[in-house]
């Protein structure tokens, strides 16, 4: 195959990943804070007077969710503007 095909396939691959990446990504996240909000809901109706308590541990959570999305973020666009691949087709020819 051509150099030009071997990068275009790479970028199409890429592409993909980078779609993957962040699609899951922000699924994940949005169904496990839903899931977390509903029984943190559930939670300080049952028993309102520790409902302060839990607010933080719910904002806490939160924050760490929110954060391992945003680092897959971060790798995706490692990958779509500096690809590390693309560079071993360039060196091998």
């Known amino acids: ?6 990068l275009a ?3 199409a691959y890429t592409g993909i990943g980078i779609g993957l990446i962040i699609g899951l990504g922000a699924a994940g ?5 839903g899931i977390m909000a509903s029984r943190f809901l559930e939670g300080a109706a049952r028993q309102p007077e520790l ?3 839990l607010q933080v ?3 806490l959570l939160l924050g760490l969710i929110d954060a391992s999305f945003i680092i897959g973020v971060g790798l995706a666009m490692l990958f779509a ?3 590390p ?3 071993v087709v360039t060196a091998a020819g």
Not at 1 to 6: A, V
Not at 29 to 33: S, T
């Open 85 to 87: 691949l693309l560079s």
């Open 9 to 11: 396939m790479i970028q």
């Open 29 to 33: 996240a949005c169904i496990g804070i």
């Open 51 to 53: 409902a302060n308590m």
């Open 57 to 59: 541990k719910v904002f």
């Open 81 to 83: 503007f500096g690809n």
């Open 1 to 6: 195959m051509d150099k030009i095909q071997y």
